[in-house]
């Protein structure tokens, strides 16, 4: 029962292999670079492979289809829970302007008479509105050369775009602006109803308000409440219309979590997203339901859930279960076996000890042989990456 993975030797640029034993929980071997070619030779000489445990990583289910045939792929379930994750981040980038809660709006005040002055364009604004305008001429270069039938890759290539950023453009529809800057509003915001209330019914005291509040669970200081109330004793005083404040994609994603493991606040930030973003609930379901089909081990809830999620209109999640028709077997399997990358994950945490106590003083063969039980060492250069 063997478990694969890669590891880094330097982390974005060169990688390695480990191979663990999942019944004896050891490591067996260590390969210096990431390969179908090496890993299929590994297995050629390794008879007794029965189950072959990966990530959804092309390279070691290549290598070994061809290296061992008879033994069974198993997808990791953690890696298949990641890549939905990643589908559901895509899904709600897609969807990022729905993604925004209203602030608390305020008491009706009285405007003044006179209008304020037009505010000057200053050189910072100049500034930002040619980057802008230097971003949408980028937008429309990529566009253009998509309509005219060129690859993501191509057009990265070409205009020196990461590929990442040409792909979420195109799916885009439209002009992606810059999102200003998240901040998170004050915690005497969580309680702008009550003030509001207390402040029509006579109690223009700030400490009593601060007090009052301070007992219904707020933690902040005094001089915020103070802020938060100044305005409402003048009421010819202009205030700004409050700004419609968005969630990231990341953040939103929080949604997607078990109900038993959401706290109050994220149950109630669901639910008013849940009233601007409706397909998030549709999200939430599909989310759920992949959870329950990997906990319950039963291959047929596992094609019933392919199909919801290929007709739920949800592009990005429906690309996920495409992907998981072309490794069905190995998907499969992760469902129905008990088999998982879990230790291997582990030894991988241990390899990372290792190779940073010896940074600088030693290359892949001292490596390989305190990696491995009882690994003999071999002094002969090996060829290994920079």
């Known amino acids: 029962m063997l478990g694969v993975d890669d590891w880094a030797w330097r982390k974005g640029h060169t990688y390695g292999t480990i191979l663990v034993d999942l019944e004896q929980h050891c490591v067996v071997d260590l390969l210096p670079c990431r390969s179908a070619e090496s890993f299929e030779a590994w297995l050629k000489e390794q008879p007794r492979i029965g189950v072959i445990s990966r990530d959804r990583s092309g390279l070691y289910a290549e290598g070994a289809r061809l290296g061992s045939p008879a033994a069974m792929q198993v997808a990791d379930r953690f890696h298949l829970l990641l890549n939905l994750s990643a589908a559901v981040e895509r899904a709600l980038e897609e969807r990022s302007r729905q993604l925004q809660l209203p602030f608390p709006a305020p008491p009706p005040r009285v405007s003044l008479a006179q209008d304020s002055p037009q505010a000057k364009t200053t050189r910072q604004d100049s500034l930002k509105q040619q980057r802008r305008q230097r971003r949408l001429d980028r937008y429309g270069q990529v566009i253009g050369l998509y309509h005219q039938g060129c690859s993501q890759r191509r ?39 009550y003030l509001q209330r207390r402040w029509e019914e006579g109690c223009h005291n700030a400490t009593r308000l601060f007090q009052e509040i301070r007992l219904q669970g707020y933690r902040g200081g005094r001089g915020m409440v103070a802020r938060h109330v100044a305005g409402w004793r003048n009421p010819a005083q202009v205030f700004p219309t409050a700004r419609p404040q968005k969630i990231t994609p990341k953040h939103a994603i929080l949604g997607t979590k078990p109900a038993a493991q959401l706290t109050a606040e994220q149950q109630l930030l669901l639910d008013q997203l849940s009233a601007k973003c409706p397909d998030l609930l549709g999200l939430r379901k599909l989310v759920g339901d992949f959870r329950e089909v990997l906990r319950c081990g039963e291959g047929q809830s596992l094609l019933v859930w392919m199909k919801n999620a290929k007709h739920s209109g949800i592009g990005p999640v429906a690309r996920f279960a495409v992907g998981l028709e072309k490794d069905f077997s190995a998907v499969l399997a992760a469902v129905e076996t008990p088999w998982s990358n879990g230790q291997v994950e582990g030894q991988i945490n241990r390899l990372k000890t290792l190779k940073r106590q010896m940074f600088g003083r030693a290359g892949f063969p001292l490596l390989r042989a305190r990696v491995l039980p009882y690994a003999p060492f071999d002094f002969t250069p090996v060829s290994q990456p920079p």
């Open 155 to 193: 057009i990265s290539e070409s205009l020196e775009i990461e590929r990442k950023t040409v792909r979420r453009w195109i799916r885009a529809g439209q002009f992606p602006e810059r999102k200003p800057p998240r901040q998170r509003p004050p915690q005497v915001h969580r309680f702008a109803e």
